[in-house]
């Protein structure tokens, strides 16, 4: 099956600072998402991103599927962007199972 | 409106008892999809219901199923808990049987197995 890795694990950062989380994938797909965790567990969705640039806020996305790779930039960051940051491929359109990256966990300190 | 909404929100099992979790969708969504996540295995995909009818499955042992109902409102169920099935289970559900349109998780179900 497919697989979708994700880099760093683990990020500590400083309030303020920018980031860059990076999401590979072993095949092509048809979507990709990219989710922010709650501490209380919840899969927030981000962005629908199968290709090209997306911006909302302080977050942007961008995916070059030709090249199956997607980065998340989080700028200025704040406390509340800590969390689990997970990118997840939908594999055909109408196959609604997602398949999961491994996650990056962003510790952002006051 | 109304997110999607998983009960109980936390559960404490004995091995070998077996238990039900429910999702309501949002409404209007047709489409429920169950995940299970652990911190060995991450977010694994389980099964999938859209019009009362199972579309797609992971791959997991025949004691996890599932159903929908014509309200589509959605519960899982797990036979002869193991430890192992410890996990965070978490629903989700869209306006349309694709991932594309509007998927939305719920905050979850945390199921411990003693």
């Known amino acids: 099956g497919i697989q979708v890795e994700q880099s760093p694990p683990d990020l500590i950062l400083q309030e303020g600072a920018n980031s860059t989380l990076r999401c590979n994938f072993s095949?092509?797909?048809?979507?990709l998402q990219w989710f922010h965790q709650n501490p209380w567990g919840q899969l927030i969705n981000l962005f629908y991103?199968?290709?090209g640039t997306k911006q909302n806020g302080r977050l942007s996305a961008t995916t070059v599927a030709t090249e199956r790779y997607s980065l998340l930039y989080i700028s200025s960051s704040q406390t509340t962007d800590s969390g689990v940051y997970f990118c997840?491929?939908?594999?055909?359109?109408?196959?609604?199972?997602?398949?999961f990256g491994t996650g990056t966990r962003l510790t952002i300190i006051p | 409106k109304a997110g999607v909404t998983q009960t109980p929100r936390y559960l404490i099992k004995t091995r070998g008892q077996q238990v039900t979790l429910s999702c309501s969708p949002i409404?209007?969504?047709?489409?429920v999809s169950w995940y299970q996540q652990t911190p060995g295995q991450g977010l694994q995909f389980l099964f999938e219901?859209?019009?009362?009818?199972?579309?797609n499955k992971g791959n997991f042992p025949g004691r996890f199923s599932g159903r929908q109902f014509s309200n589509s409102r959605s519960e899982m169920n797990v036979s002869t808990l193991e430890l192992g099935d410890s996990a965070l289970y978490l629903c989700?559900?869209?306006?349309?049987?694709?991932?594309?349109?509007?998927?939305?998780f719920g905050s979850g179900t945390r199921l411990t197995v003693v």
């Open positions: 409404s209007g969504h047709r489409s």
């Open positions: 991103i199968p290709s």
């Open positions: 997840a491929v939908e594999l055909d359109f109408g196959n609604e199972k997602l398949t």
């Open positions: 219901y859209f019009s009362e009818t199972q579309r």
């Open positions: 095949d092509s797909v048809n979507n």
């Open positions: 989700a559900s869209s306006l349309f049987a694709s991932a594309s349109y509007g998927y939305t």
